[in-house]
């Protein structure tokens, strides 16, 4: 039943035309930077970051991105690593520019790594589309099961709207049950949705795409009630680049 929706999902999706190839918005400035100089919480939590993209690029008004930092370990290294430090809500998009409201990732902001608790001018801020791992799969498993349907079609128009070169797909869990046990079955129900979409759709391709599993290591809010663990039981898609 899975297999044959996604055949015709993909014969229905392949006649859109596909936009010119994703480049990643970066952070080019801090709108309403303070003249003291002082990082008081209330000052770093009112900034408002300008990023290089807009409209043009589908970023709009109320949506919400992951943000990281690149770093380079050693510099025999051909690409910088990049370290996911937290969220920006966009505020306002118009064509070449938005801005945005930054929530930090507390543990890795806590990193040595990290030599700053606030944006920067050129990191990286990029599309994510949330899944809800309740729809996709079954408590505790990581076979898909029928309701993950209308889920995918979620994602393919995600990857037209950005027609990226990479894709990355995470699995997150919440901290039930052994650490261990989470994050392989975060790296499995990452593994079986990256499956699919090599399997269902023509424009996906097993070269763009990865998947990673993080366990309950990035958890989108405290899980500390039932609501809460069902919001951090999740797929993130991520456009890469």
Request: proline share 5%; glycine share 8%; charged share 25%.
């Amino acid at each position: 039943m899975m297999r044959r929706w996604g055949l015709v999902c993909l014969m229905s999706i392949a006649a859109i035309p596909v936009s010119a190839q994703f480049a990643p918005p970066r952070v080019v400035g801090v709108i309403n930077q303070p003249n003291s100089g002082g990082r008081s919480q209330a000052m770093l939590d009112d900034r408002r970051y300008l990023i290089d993209r807009g409209v043009e690029t589908s970023i709009f008004r109320g949506d919400i991105l992951n943000v990281y930092r690149e770093h380079r370990l050693s510099r025999r290294m051909p690409e910088p690593l990049r370290l996911f430090i937290g969220t920006m809500t966009i505020t306002d998009s118009q064509r070449g520019s938005s801005v945005g409201v930054f929530t930090p990732h507390e543990p890795m902001m806590s990193q040595a790594v990290i030599k700053l608790e606030t944006v920067l001018k050129n990191d990286l801020v990029v599309p994510r589309l949330i899944l809800d791992s309740g729809v996709l799969f079954d408590a505790g498993q990581f076979a898909l099961n029928p309701r993950a349907q209308a889920e995918f079609a979620k994602v393919a128009e995600f990857v037209q709207m950005f027609s990226p070169a990479k894709l990355v797909i995470e699995g997150h869990t919440d901290s039930d049950g052994e650490d261990m046990s989470n994050l392989r079955l975060s790296e499995q129900r990452a593994g079986e949705i990256r499956q699919y979409l090599i399997n269902n759709y023509a424009f996906i391709s097993a070269g763009m795409i990865e998947a990673r599993g993080f366990g309950e290591s990035r958890p989108l809010v405290p899980n500390d009630s039932r609501e809460n663990k069902a919001l951090n039981r999740r797929i993130e898609v991520i456009v890469w680049e």
